[in-house]
């Protein structure tokens, strides 16, 4: 629960994977984490999954991209797959019917993330904390490409979940730009997939230096 990843007074950047193709991705998390700025990397394949070998796919790319985390000293959490997670020895992001927490706690090494998706739930983050979770998500906040009929929470519902106790991470549609409508929530994370990963990877640091000016202008609460 203690993760320095969470003792941060602004929010951190947690860039989510798209499905591109491995090796165009590789460069974009390359471009990406090179800037010293993504603070947590999630590891998202839905389409691999889906092919005849999928697993398997997966299980390789995500050494690789694993591998390169750690010359970045950026921790890694693998979408939905406690197993996965416990053979790489990394972190975990289950959804609500991704598996208990108590599992992922006995599975994985302490100091791995355990985030778990409680769209804008206050019991569901309530659980999480009590489980040991170590971030609740919260989304939608904006519509996204990534998941464009996903429900859109209230601000009042972010104001809650903010005070329960567990660092929140926001997810959905969120923008270098339209993050700023936020600047006055304790927000620990900010999960980005399209506006960073769907980016040519030559704009890709840049737009990761936007992010950090749009989390410089936080209006952290005394």
């Not at 590891?43 to 690789?64: C, S, T, V, W």
């Not at 927490?101 to 309530?126: E, M, N, V, W």
């Not at 170590?134 to 929470?153: D, L, W």
């Amino acid at each position: 629960m203690g993760h320095s990843l969470f003792s941060s007074p602004t929010p951190k950047l947690y860039l989510l994977t798209n499905d591109d193709e491995f090796e165009l991705l590789y460069q974009k998390l390359e471009a990406a984490l090179s800037t010293g700025l993504i603070a947590l990397l999630q590891i998202r394949r839905k389409q691999i999954l889906n092919l005849p070998d999928g697993a398997l796919k997966l299980f390789d790319e995500a050494q690789k991209i694993v591998e390169l985390a750690k010359t970045y000293h950026v921790p890694v959490v693998i979408n939905d797959d406690v197993k996965l997670a416990e053979k790489l020895g990394v972190g975990v992001h289950l959804g609500q019917t991704d598996g208990s927490i108590g599992d992922a706690l006995q599975s994985l090494l302490p100091h791995q993330i355990i985030g778990r998706t409680c769209h804008g739930d206050i019991a569901l983050i309530k659980e999480a904390k009590n489980d040991g979770a170590s971030y609740a998500a919260m989304g939608a906040v904006f519509t996204s490409t990534t998941k464009p009929n996903a429900n859109i929470i209230s601000r009042q519902q972010l104001v809650e979940g903010c005070q329960q106790g567990i660092p929140i991470c926001v997810i959905g549609g969120l923008t270098a730009e339209n993050v700023s409508d936020l600047v006055d929530l304790p927000i620990a994370l900010v999960a980005v997939v399209g506006d960073i990963i769907d980016l040519p990877a030559a704009d890709i640091a840049q737009r990761c230096c936007e992010w950090q000016q749009a989390f410089s202008k936080w209006k952290i609460p005394t």
